[in-house]
């Protein structure tokens, strides 16, 4: 369905309505081997399986099928985007979860902080993972440089801005995504992206001349370029008042993409689920974000992500309690430990609501059980009409 | 699917085919909290049980996920149509209701008689839902006003009919949908609506002058401004000669946009039910509508949309043995009686052919068994392909 007849219908309520949305990154999984399980089917969840019974089941496809999301794709399908037509570059989504605003003319990339041999070839793409801390002190080290700014996000990540005029982000990455070979030269996808392209490989090489005396994160791959997105508010979409509950910079840059207020200082999921029930109190939309599992499927670590879900579900309680009246709990894309690896598999989608036709005793959060829900399988955007619809926040469509 | 590609592919047949669509208008249903179980679930229905396991089931969006549908977009959807992209004002259903047919330049509200206090505001917005012969009078009082027809519906119910050269719909409604407060102004939309909103204006102050004296049906509201749609029939798109049998005349309008023949003075669903193997006889495909359950669901009240399923039930066998060769149960919409109202829920949905895919012992008519039917949830737009198809009315794509 398209947005603009879902904004036509979607209207403030007097009281009530209010939508919790949680996301747990990287939800869906794939058995264990071992033992036929997959991670929701082998974690001991009694609060989310005694909610399957009393919400509805399905599951939802992030992008299309077969098609495996990054974080961004992912979160714009959430918060009810169409992934395809809104397409936001990795350099303005991490602009955004710096808070960094790009203005008319700016272009941001996403920029690694990498470790180059003496031959000046890749040997590490993330450094070792340096602290933040350390990466801040790089980055000052690049702040002099004309017409460029470089702000540290987390670890070994930056943003790095180009300022000009007529720049535009038509140009190639210089992030090689392998070792043992020297980072690529930005090349102009057309005429139009020559200017930023030449301006692109003159930062490089300056930067490379400031910090090749460091043994590690001496250089620097960038990737994403891309100017300030121009995505339609839930505000102007929904008329719903929005506030985002996240610890990691790119989440909450995809919330301020999307007009949400940003509760700033929440260092994990424990400050995260402290803020929530205020933040309900004064939003009609609450994005809460929950990190580990998909921290745990990247890391290809099948009972760390069994264990992120268990402890996930010890706070299914206060969700419940929080004063929301829908509750979706999903994630953003598929992350099957035994693959280590984000996926294209569809996600669990459990939504609970007072009218919410429910899965009924026998029902429980897995992918299997997923796949035989009321809500059958649909794409990921079209959430966003099952929330407000649940909400009562949709006018009657038609005589 | 498009509607232009199963057009291309529909096919009269020398013999047999013959559709019969029989809508329960309200169907889909929620649990009653007492028993966690919902009308489809309560009532006893031996009959579609039975026919539950020799049938395909599926899950159907009348509109899209989350959407509320009004009864025309439900009717549209049934009837093979894009509710999205075929949108008709209430005026210009209900004056095809009356068959009152619509000449270029004219204009059709849909009209209530209601009841106003001294103040000139609404107390009762349906007048005490007056009698049909009651209404039919009023009509009569206001049938002298130039440039302007009334006919009446049924009880509180009118068709206001601006008869003029360049009359654009482009107008706001004079209904406030609520009591307390006067009538609103007709208000142009754009300056192509202003000739139309003074007329309305005009005619509702000529009318409340006539009809001031009456203690109660002493007031227009007028809603739904639109002309006559153009849609093509179901003949035209799928070679289908279309019979409807309804006692409502909203549903013998829409069918009568859809191009059906209309039987007209059918009193009640007994009367629709003995029309039914001569209408199966003429014609390829009929649409049989059954009120009782919307009605009941609109009411609120569970007991009796659980007896209008079980007195739908009797007639199941006289369904089977019409002559049909293709036989639907579903509904335009959901009514759930615990919501009072139409809402978003699919609504369940039964196909019986001597080709269709059966589910099997086991199988139930509800909305839980419909969720995991061979149907799978589909847009009910789609339904006329399945029909079509298992009528044997299309032709292979394709070599």
Chains 1, 2 share one sequence.
Request: net charge positive; hydrophobic share 45%.
């Amino acid at each position: 369905m398209a947005v603009g007849l879902l904004s036509s219908l979607a209207q403030p309520v007097p009281q009530g309505g209010r939508i919790l949305l949680s996301v747990l990154d990287g939800l869906g999984g794939l058995p264990d081997p071992a033992t036929g399980k997959s991670e929701l089917e082998t974690a001991r969840l009694p609060n989310l399986q005694a909610l399957a019974a009393k919400s509805s089941l399905g599951l939802a496809d992030p992008v299309a099928p077969g098609i495996t999301p990054g974080s961004g794709p992912g979160h714009l399908g959430l918060f009810g985007y169409d992934p395809l037509t809104e397409v936001i570059g990795r350099g303005a989504l991490s602009a955004a979860g710096v808070n960094f605003p790009l203005k008319k003319g700016d272009v941001a990339a996403r920029a690694n902080f990498a470790t180059l041999d003496a031959a000046g070839k890749v040997t590490d793409r993330r450094a070792g993972r340096i602290a933040t801390e350390v990466c801040a002190e790089r980055c000052r080290l690049l702040s002099g440089i004309p017409g460029v700014t470089v702000v540290p996000e987390k670890d070994h990540r930056a943003v790095v801005v180009f300022h000009g005029k007529g720049l535009v982000p038509a140009v190639t990455d210089t992030d090689p995504q392998v070792t043992g070979v020297a980072p690529l030269a930005c090349k102009a996808r057309s005429a139009k992206g020559a200017a930023l392209a030449k301006r692109v490989n003159a930062f490089v090489a300056e930067a490379r001349r400031r910090l090749k005396a460091f043994p590690q994160a001496n250089g620097l791959l960038l990737r994403g370029f891309d100017v300030q997105p121009d995505l339609p508010s839930l505000e102007s979409l929904y008329a719903l008042k929005a506030v985002a509950l996240a610890s990691y910079p790119m989440y909450k840059g995809l919330a301020r993409l999307a007009g949400m207020e940003i509760v700033e200082g929440l260092a994990d999921f424990g400050a995260q689920l402290k803020a929530l029930p205020s933040a309900l109190k004064r939003a009609d939309f609450v994005f809460l974000h929950y990190k580990a599992t998909d921290s745990a499927g990247e890391d290809g670590d099948f009972a760390k992500k069994v264990r992120a879900l268990e402890a996930y579900d010890a706070a299914v309680p206060a969700l419940l309690s929080s004063g929301a009246d829908v509750l979706v709990v999903t994630g953003d894309h598929s992350t099957p430990a035994v693959m280590g690896a984000h996926s294209w598999h569809p996600v669990p989608y459990l939504l609970h609501a007072v009218r919410c036709r429910t899965e009924g005793a026998g029902a429980a959060f897995t992918e299997h059980a997923c796949a035989r829900g009321q809500l059958g399988r649909f794409p990921l955007k079209e959430g966003m009409a099952l929330m407000l619809g649940h909400a009562g926040r949709l006018a009657k469509y038609g005589a």
